[in-house]
Every structure is written in C-alpha cells, then in structure tokens.
C-alpha cells in the first residue's frame, strides 16, 4: 500500500481528535480524543518509519506512548481532585481562570 | 587594594547587615528590633563620618575608589564599582543624618509590624546610598530600582487610607521614568564596551552623535525623581499617604537621587546635550518654583502643601544645576542638603501633629502655639529655614543659585533667576500662611486645649537639624569646601567640552 | 584708648544682644519678670555703650575701619565675608539704634507688665524681650555691616522681628486673626521690597565681582548706566518696602498691631529707616544714577503728602502716629533722593527721638484708658464690651488726668510739627532748603505736607488732652508708673535739644559725616526758607486749633469737624484712598483664585488627569485582552488550532 493511505487516515483520525476535544464537555471522551490524535501521530510516525526504513521514528513512537500515558495519570489524578471538590468535571463548568 | 578598610564599602552595606539582624530577632521584642536597628542607622552615620574623615577635600576627583569586577555580559564586563566625590559625600551625610532621625521619629508612630518596618527602612537607606556611590552604570540602575522596592512598601504598608494607589503610583510613575534610562545605558555600554562610569566619561565621544537621545533618557527618569513640574503628580500623593519616617526620607533623600543624577550623569556625559537643554531645564524649573509655591498655598491638608513646598524648592535646585556657573551649581548642591534638613524637619513637625491629632487638615488647627509653645517655636525657625530667612541654611543655597544664574552664559538672560526670585516671596506667602494656620490665631478647637507639647524623644529628633540649619546659615564654608572642588571639575569637565563639540 | 584697640570691639554691638537672649532663653525662669527686664535692658545698653566707645574711636580717626571676623561663603569669584564697617555713618545708626532702644527696653519692663496683664498671659513677658533683644542685634547686623549681604541678613532679620513682634498677641485682633494677619501682610509686604534688593545684589556682582561696600562703591562709576539705573530702580524697591513708601506702605498701618513699645523702636525709630541708611550708604551708586535719584526723590515726596492727607483723618491714635512716620520717612527718603544725606541722617535722628516720644507716650495714653476703664469697671460692677483704648474720639481731657504725658507729648508733637526751636524744626528746614535748591515742585509738595503735619498734630493734641473725657474710662485715666515716664522724660529732651547737632552754624553732625559720604547737595541754613516752614507748621497748628480746640467734642458720637466741612473726601481718606481694597482686588483676591485653580483643575485635573489617562488607556488594552481569558478550555484549544494552522499556512505559502 502507498504511504499517502496511511497518512490520511493519520490525518482523518487526526481531524476526529480535534473535533472531540473542541467538541465534547466530558474530560474522558476529552483524553480519549487526545489519544486519538497521539496515535494518528503515531501512525505517522510509523508509516514514514518503514518508507524510509529508519528505526528512529518507531523509537519515537515508544516515547510518544509513555508520554501519553503518563499524562493520562496526571489527567486523571486531576480530574478526580476536581470532581472532589467540584462534583462536576463538566469542563464548562471550569471557568475559573477567565481573566 | 585591601577593601575591609574602605568606608565606603561600610557605608553601604551596614545598614544591609543591620537589616539581617533585625530579620533575625523574634517578632515580639519590639523595642529590641528597634534599638537594633537604630544601632545600625547610628553605625552608617559613624561610618559616613569615617568617610569624611578620609576625604581628602582639596581635590574634587572621585576617592577611595573601589573597583572589582562583577559580572560579565556579552563580553561586556560590569564592575562593582563605588567612589566619593565632595558633591558624593555631602549626599551620603544626608542619608545617614536623615535615617536614624526618621527612624527615631516612628519609635511611637509605627507599632504595628515594627520588624518589617525596620528591616525595609535599612532596606532602604543602603539603596540610597549605594545610588550616590556608584561608580558603573549597571550597578548604578540595580539600587537605583532597588529603592523604590522598599519605598513601595513603606507606603503601602504603613500609610494612610489612599495608600495603595498612592504607592502604586509612585512606583509606575518612576519606573516608567527609568526605563528609558535602562535602554540609554545599554545603549552606551554596547557602543563603549564598558559600564565604567569613568571609562564612559573618558570615551563619551563614542556615543556623541546620539547625545541629545541619551539625554533625554536620562533626563526623563531624573526629572520624574526630582520631580520637576509638570512630572510632579506622584509627589503629594505619595507624600500625604507615607508615614511620617517615609515622607521624610522621600522628601530628604529620594528626589536628591534625581537631581544628583543630574549632576553625576547628564552634565558630564552628554555635555553638549546639556548647554541646548539648558534653558527649556530652566525654564520648566523656573515654572515648577512658582507654580509649586502657587499650588502649595491653596492646599488645606498640611502635608500635601509641604509636598508642594518640594516642587517649587527643588525647582531652585535645578534652576541652579541648568544655570552651569560655579555659584549656581554649587549652591544647587548645597540646596540639595538644605531642603532635606528644612523639607524633612517640616514633615517630622507635621507628623507629630498628625500623632497628636490624627488630622491632617490645617482647619483643625489653629493658635496652638500657647498650648505648644516648644513645638510652636521650633516649627516657626524650620518654617523660617525653608522660606530661605537670612541665617538660616535655605538662604545661603538659594542666594547663591539666584546669584550664581542671574548672570549665567548658559542661560542667557537674567529673566530666569528674576522670575524664580518671586518665588522667594511667594513661599513667605505659603508657608506664613501654613504657620498662621495651624499655630497663630485664636484657639478655634476645644480638643486642642489638652494637646501634650513635644516630650524629649521629639526635641531629640529637631534640635539637631536645627543646629545643621544654623549651622549652615551662619558659616557654610565647611560645606562649600567640600562642594567646590567637585563642582569645579565637574564643570571644567562639561563646559569646555561642550565647546569643543560644537 | 586708642582707635586700634576700640575698633576691634565691633561685633559686640551684635554679640552682647544675642548674649542677653542667651541668658533670658535659658535663665529667664529663674529671673522673673524684672530680671529678664534688666537682663534685657542690659544687654541693648551694652550695644549702647560698644557705640559709644567706637564714636570715641572714630573721634581720633575718623576715616574709620573694615573688620574682618570670619568668612561667610565663597564660591569660585564670590567672595563674602562677615565683616564690620566701622564709620561715621554707621556708628551714627548705632548709637540711634542702640541708644532709642534701651530707652525703650526699659519702658516696655513698665509697659508690658500691664500689657501682658490685661491681654491675659503674663508668660509672655519674656518672650517679648527675647524678640526685642533680636532685634537690637539684626539691627546692629544691618548698619555695621561691611557688605550688602551682611546687610540684607540684617535686612531680613529686622522684618522677622517685625513679624514676631506684630503677630506678639497672635490669637487677638479682628476675629481672633487680626493681629497675626497683620504679622503676615508686614512680612510678606517686606519681601516684595527684599526681592529688589536681592536683584540689585545680583546685577551688582555680575557688574562688579563684589558686595563688599570697599569695592562696589569707590567703583560705582565705571558700571554702565543701564546697570546702575538697574541697581538703584531695585534698591528704591527694597526702600519702599522697608521703609513704607509708596508703593508699598500698606503694611506699616496695620503693624501698629503690635504692643506701643514695638511701634515705637521698630515702626518708627529705627527699623523703618534702614531704607533711608541703605540710600545714605549707597549714596555713589545713586550719584552716578540721576534717573534713579529723581525717582527716589519724587517717590519720597510723594508719600510724605499721601501719608500726611490720610493721617488727617484717623481716629486710632497710633494709626495717625503710623501714618505720620510714613510721611515723615518721605521727607527722609526725598532727602538723601536729592542726595542731602546730612539732612536726611539728621531727619532720622531727630525723629528717632521725637516719634519714638509720641510713640510711647500714646502708649503711655493707652495704658491710662486702660486703667481708667478698669478702675471705671470695677466700681460699677459692670463689663463694657467694645472698648477700644486705642480711640481718640473716647478720649478727651486727659491734659489734666495724665499731667507728665501731656507735656511730653505736647514737645513731641510740636517738635513733629517743626516749630522752632524743638529739633524737628532744624532737621525739616535743611531737608526743605534743599528741595528749594533742588527743585521747586518737590519744594511746594513737601511743604504741603508739612502743613497736614502741623493740623494733624494740632488735632491730635486736641482729641486727646483738651476739652473733656468723652468716655467713661477718659474720665477715670490715671498717669503711668515713673519706670514709663522717665524714659519719656529723657526722650523729651532729646526731642527739645536733639536740633544741637547740627545747628545752623555749627553743622557737628554734617562735618561727622562728611568722613564717610560727600553730600551732594549742601542744604546750608537759609533763613527764608526757614522763615516760611515756620510760619507754615504754626498756620497747620493754627488751623487745627480752629477746627478742634476752639469748641471741642463732648460726646464720642460727634461727627469729626473736618469730616463736616470735607464730606465725601473725608471718607476718602479716613479709608486711606482705599488703596488696601485696590490691592487686595488687584493682588491678593487674584493671586488666591489662580493658586485655587492651579491646584484643583490644573493639577489635579489636567496634570494628574494625564498622568491617571496614561494609567487608564494600559487598563483598557488590558480589559481588550482579558475579552479573549474566558476560561472555557475549548476556545483555548481552538485558538491554538487556528494559530497552529495559520503558522502552517504561512510556512506552506510561503
């Protein structure tokens, strides 16, 4: 298969990211997007990898996957210290930064 | 070079060292946090007189120079440098006369949160004193933005209602002021390769072609401090909202920064520049004095027409430091320690009514001088000092400005010093009308009746700047030795210079 | 004793006042009031008797001597020193000064014992000798010195006293601010006058490198004319100020707030004639100034008429007294003006003695209504309110109540009014004989005033000792304590006889000062012009006998016989033209609002506007800003969006 298959849906996969992260108010639905969008790197990532037959971009990926996971534990460390002291992890609700 | 026995080093960082003792001392023991600290203001002014001991008063070059390399930026090396010059000292005598003064003066007004008070006053006075010592640009700036932290929070603090916009105000109005003056001096570094204050003064020409810019840099920050009309607005509201300790060193100390800098940086650096601004500095002068004793007298807060006072009494100085003969500027400096004494002593008068009364406004005074009579007689002689009465230390400043630019080349015309001696009638005219307020007339306020006189501590604090106002009224030359040298080169360095350029 | 050693004791004429400060400063406790009296007295005889010892010095050597004490300032080409001048010109104000004030320090024991007693605070006893002895010593400041900034030290020192001792009852006078508001305007008044005198000091360094009268004066010629006239115009303005000339004689009225003794030594003695000295001193400068000399001339005559018209009218008995000295310092200033300085030195002494007379003893008047207003009160029990003892329509008859005073007042007046051969008579003739040299007009001008002189001494003695008391407290006047009228005593014959000095014929005083100033004009005695002032002073008395002493007022309510035949020019001048009211509305009201409109909406709203518009306009592009902060996560995460794919359509674009 050509490499322009694997970028779009890199990219088609990128585009449901973002509209679920813009989209939705629940933070879950929120990091799963985030997710999305990491792996749609991550195919990326990859599928330029074996183009050219560098290993650097497979290694990457390994960094890009413990990033995304220790950033889900902050998150979610978050998002329960939130839900604690709020009761609601709407992200509308939580706009107390608004300048 | 060994530096242990350099005073100026002392001078300056005592009052550091001061301020981490007193941190040290348990927040309860008030009277030990004060004692302390006024152990330290007491040790800088013996310091300042080691100082003077050493000074060597014939020679008006920089003295005791200590000069040690500091930091090094872009291959550009900023040094810790610190020198006295006659002009230097005189201000260093100021500080550290004035601080243990003021300091003694919130012994009874300040009791809340007195460590804190004590450690920024030391705070302080080592930034004041490290602005007139310093001898490179850089350093220069770093104390000259380092005052202002603690003045923030003197006034911010401990002051009256309106505290908070009026230190707000204070501190944006200034330093919008100096940061001109930063880009000036990095502009001058980069173009010299040096911060050196001797270097830059020994290779201004590097930097002639953009003088005029450069002055006004400076200039603007100067004359934010100074202040003169019409960058003044920050002076009475900082002023009536200080405490009493605050105002003083504000008056006494920290628009001399201003007018010093004048001296020490805009003359001799940009002498060119200097003789063009010349008459616009004198002129904007000339109009601070009257319209400074103009606003003064239609005040009703005592201490916000004191402020007033400053404006047009610091518009004297600068008259004589633009009018760039001897006399003048001479007598500028002098004046510079002359409103410091009167200006400060007024305040501390005020202060003390203030604790008295817990009002700054003259209506609720009136013909106290019988039930005050010590206070009374004391504020008519510092009342009498800052309206320049004849033996007394205002006159000998102001005549020798007034005589010193009637005939002055730079300024061309004797309409300046003409003007600006109406002024002298129009502060009779305030502060007469300021004493007859509050101490002449009829006993208008029963409350006043019990009002105590001025107990030992208070007498303690005026009598000795009444003896330097005598003092200098009667026989300055002491004073004016140490002046003349220093205002010698200094114009020697200026004047022909500027010749030259043209 | 010879002149070397008795030069060097100069600055005691300064020091020895300013030693008795000292001592009543710190002692005056423990003396008590006579104590500090005598401490007090001593010391202003002690400045005496330093005088009198460097006359007798001068008497060998008469050109005198410069006495250096110590230097003042000097910067680059400005040299000033405290220095002495030890002339004849100088040594002749000192004995004035020194010898009419211990005269008066010695009355005022007697005067302000009373005084402090019915203002109600006897502590100020000292306090007023305190003021009296710093004032003897800015005195000495002013004539001894040897440059003129030791002199305007002197100057300025002479107008604190003034302001002290005017505002001495400060919590008195018209609602409660009369008197320290009369305080204020004298000083503030003065310092108009001091601003000349501080520019002609600063044309004169700038044209000659010095103040010193030993290299300005030998000098004065060689300046150009435009900076002589310069230095003299603003020299005449400090005269006018210190000196109480026209323009700027309004202050002096109202000074008459102060205790009599003051306006006696400073307001009629010696204080106000510093004025007439600095011309005297400055004679050269003047001389080689014709110009100014005229303008000094005029400017004197002038006053001694507008003075006289207003002093006509008065009813205070010190404000006639007050106006009398103005137009009396005329006839001075219009003396040495015309450059006849023995004839104006002269004038000053003789009326040093003569109004310092009439001073205290209106004092000494003022002190027995007093009593007899209290003596009056106690016996019926009861308390007048508005009692003014200062009144001469209350007073009457007081010939007979208060004997000693009225002889002495009546050689005080009569000498004022130049009636031969009291000592005013010989010092007004020479100042006459010559204007009639110099010229005709200031001739006639000044012998108008001459004759307002006479009627209003006339008519003065008559409200006041003639006919009969026109109030109760008239009628119960008592004469003063011998500690008042012993000095009026002496001051009397010095007054009678004071015209010894410079006889016609004898001429002590003009070949005594002739070591130190060369007179331009030589007023030697001319019989007719001698003649003519006489039969003029006895024609003003004459006519004041006319109106006041022929039928004199019975009751207080009568309307003034002059007021009846002047109508509305009485009016006129009893509210002094009006100048007050013209210079409030010209000077003071004026000055008032644009210091009132500088402060509030130019300062605060224009100056403070700006500086606070600065402030506002980083609010609102702050507020811009803070629009985009809603603290929604998603518009965040979109603008990234949006800014991530500009960047890149910019990068692929490009």
């Known amino acids: ?99 | 070079m060994n530096l242990s026995n350099n005073p100026l080093l002392w001078v300056t960082f005592l009052p550091l060292a001061g301020a981490l003792l007193v941190a040290l001392l348990p927040d309860a023991r008030r009277s030990w946090i004060r004692w302390t600290a006024m152990a330290a203001a007491l040790a800088t002014f013996a310091a300042s007189l080691w100082l003077l001991a050493g000074f060597d008063p014939s020679s008006g070059q920089m003295q005791m120079v200590i000069q040690v390399p500091w930091l090094r930026v872009a291959g550009i090396s900023i040094d810790f440098a610190l020198g006295v010059d006659g002009i230097t000292l005189l201000m260093v005598l100021l500080t550290a006369f004035l601080v243990p003064l003021a300091m003694l003066s919130a012994w009874s007004g300040v009791r809340e949160r007195v460590k804190g008070f004590m450690i920024l006053f030391l705070l302080l006075e080592t930034g004041l004193i490290g602005v007139f010592l310093a001898l490179d640009l850089v350093l220069f700036y770093i104390f000259w933005e380092f005052t202002l932290v603690p003045m923030y929070f003197l006034i911010g603090l401990w002051g009256y209602s309106r505290r908070i916009y009026a230190a707000l105000k204070f501190f944006i109005f200034t330093m919008f002021g100096s940061l001109l003056m930063l880009l000036a001096i990095i502009f001058m570094g980069l173009q010299a390769g040096t911060f050196n204050y001797t270097d830059l003064l020994a290779q201004r020409e590097l930097f002639a072609g953009a003088q005029l810019w450069l002055f006004f840099a400076f200039a603007l920050a100067f004359a934010i401090k100074v202040p003169m009309f019409p960058l003044h607005t920050w002076l009475p509201d900082a002023h009536v909202e200080a405490p009493t300790a605050g105002s003083v060193i504000l008056a006494g100390i920290m628009l001399k920064m201003g007018a010093y800098g004048f001296l020490r940086y805009n003359l001799p650096l940009f002498p060119e520049a200097t003789l063009r601004a010349a008459p616009w500095l004198a002129g904007l002068a000339v109009v601070g004095i009257l319209y400074g004793a103009a606003t003064a007298f239609a005040q009703k807060d005592a201490k916000r027409l004191v402020a007033y006072s400053s404006v047009s009494h610091l518009g004297f100085v600068m008259l004589g430091i633009f009018a760039l003969t001897q006399q003048s500027v001479a007598g500028g400096v002098l004046q510079m320690v002359n409103h410091g004494l009167s200006t400060g002593a007024l305040f501390l008068v005020v202060g003390m009514l203030y604790e008295r009364r817990h009002t700054r406004d003259m209506a609720a005074y009136g013909g106290i001088w019988k039930v005050v009579p010590v206070l009374g007689a004391l504020m008519l002689a510092v009342v009498l000092s800052s309206a320049a009465l004849p033996g007394t230390n205002g006159f000998v400043g102001e005549f020798t400005i007034l005589l010193g630019s009637f005939g002055a080349p730079a300024l061309g015309t004797p309409w300046f010093a003409g003007l600006a001696t109406v002024g002298v009638i129009l502060a009779a005219v305030y502060l007469l009308h300021l004493y007859e307020r509050l101490f002449l007339g009829p006993l208008t306020h029963e409350e006043n009746r019990q009002m105590p006189d001025l107990n030992l501590r208070e007498v303690l604090i005026l009598v000795p700047i009444l003896v330097m106002v005598f003092w200098i009224g009667l026989y300055p030359q002491p004073f004016l030795d140490l002046i003349n040298p220093s205002v010698e080169t200094l114009l020697q360095s200026v004047l022909p210079a500027a010749v030259a350029m043209h | 004793m010879t002149a070397e050693t008795l030069f060097p004791l100069v600055p005691w004429v300064v020091l020895i006042p300013l030693a008795g400060i000292l001592i009543n400063l710190l002692a005056g406790r423990a003396l008590g009031e006579r104590g500090v009296g005598l401490v007090a007295s001593l010391a202003a005889l002690g400045s005496f008797a330093v005088s009198v010892l460097l006359a007798v010095g001068l008497a060998q050597q008469p050109e005198g001597q410069s006495l250096l004490l110590a230097r003042w300032m000097s910067i680059g080409s400005l040299n000033v020193d405290w220095a002495f001048r030890v002339d004849t010109l100088s040594v002749t104000m000192m004995l004035v000064v020194s010898g009419v004030g211990t005269l008066i320090h010695i009355y005022s024991i007697g005067y302000m014992h009373d005084d402090t007693r019915h203002n109600g605070d006897p502590a100020r006893f000292r306090r007023f000798f305190l003021y009296l002895n710093l004032f003897i010593a800015a005195m000495m400041v002013l004539v001894s010195a040897d440059n003129y900034l030791m002199m305007f030290v002197g100057w300025e020192g002479v107008g604190l006293c003034s302001y002290l001792l005017i505002g001495f009852w400060f919590e008195k006078g018209e609602a409660g601010l009369g008197n320290a508001r009369a305080a204020k305007k004298a000083f503030v008044v003065n310092r108009i006058g001091d601003l000349g005198f501080l520019i002609a000091m600063f044309t004169m360094f700038w044209a000659f490198g010095s103040l010193s009268f030993g290299e300005v004066l030998p000098r004065a010629a060689e300046a150009a004319p435009a900076v002589l006239l310069a230095i003299t115009l603003f020299f005449l303005l400090a005269v006018t100020g210190k000196s109480a000339q026209l323009p700027l004689f309004t202050w002096l009225p109202d000074a008459m707030a102060g205790p009599t003794p003051v306006s006696a030594l400073i307001h009629a003695a010696t204080m106000v004639t510093a004025g007439v000295y600095l011309v005297a001193r400055s004679l050269p400068i003047f001389a080689a100034a014709p110009a100014a000399q005229s303008a000094v001339l005029w400017v004197g005559a002038l006053t001694a008429l507008f003075a006289a018209t207003i002093a006509v009218a008065q009813t205070d008995i010190k404000r006639v007294l007050a106006f009398s000295t103005i137009s009396q310092l005329g006839f001075m200033v219009a003396a040495v003006g015309m450059g006849a300085v023995v004839a104006g030195m002269f004038h000053l002494i003789t009326h040093a003695f003569f109004k310092a007379l009439l001073f205290l003893g209106a004092g000494s008047v003022i002190l027995g209504m007093e009593r007899g207003h209290e003596r009056h009160a106690q016996a019926h029990d009861g308390h007048h309110g508005g009692f003014d003892p200062q009144d001469m329509r209350f007073m009457g008859g007081l010939r007979s109540r208060m004997p000693v005073t009225f002889w002495v007042y009546l050689i005080g007046g009569l000498a004022l009014a130049g009636v031969a051969p009291l000592s005013g008579f010989f010092s007004k003739d020479e100042i006459l004989a010559a204007a009639e040299q110099v010229s005709p007009a200031v001739f006639v001008v000044l012998l108008i005033a001459a004759l307002l002189t006479a009627f209003y001494v006339a008519r003065q003695l008559a409200l006041v000792f003639f006919g009969q008391g026109r109030s109760e407290a008239a009628r119960a006047a008592t004469e003063s304590s011998p500690v008042i009228t012993v000095p009026l005593g002496i001051l009397a014959a010095l007054a009678a006889v004071g015209g010894a000095l410079n006889l016609p014929g004898s001429h002590l005083l003009g070949d005594w000062l002739h070591h130190t100033v060369e007179p331009l004009v030589e007023a030697g005695f001319n019989p007719l012009t001698a003649g003519i002032a006489l039969v003029i002073a006895l024609a003003g008395l004459g006519l004041g006998w006319l109106l006041y002493g022929r039928s004199p007022l019975t009751r207080a309510e009568e309307p003034d016989p002059l007021a009846v035949r002047l109508k509305g020019l009485f009016t006129w001048l009893r509210r002094k033209w009006y100048v007050d009211e013209i210079y409030n509305a010209l000077f003071v009201t004026p000055y008032t609002r644009l210091s009132q409109m500088l402060a509030g909406p130019v300062d605060q709203g224009l100056i403070d506007g700006v500086v606070n518009g600065a402030g506002g306009m980083a609010r609102l592009l702050g507020n811009l800003g803070r629009s985009l902060q809603n603290g929604y996560v998603r518009s965040y995460a979109l603008i990234m969006l949006v800014g991530v794919a500009l960047i890149f359509t910019f990068l692929l674009a490009r």
């Open chain 1, 1 to 99: 298969m050509p490499l322009s298959y694997y970028l779009i849906l890199s990219a088609i996969m990128f585009l449901i990211g973002i509209l679920g992260v813009l989209l939705r108010r629940n933070p879950l639905i929120m990091f799963m997007s985030l997710e999305l969008m990491f792996n749609a790197a991550n195919l990326a990532f990859v599928a330029f990898a074996a183009y050219h037959q560098a290993l650097s971009g497979q290694l990457f990926v390994f960094f890009v996957m413990t990033v995304a996971a220790a950033e889900v534990a902050v998150g979610l460390a978050l998002m329960v210290a939130i839900f604690r002291t709020r009761h609601t992890i709407d992200v509308d609700e939580l706009s107390m930064l608004q300048g």
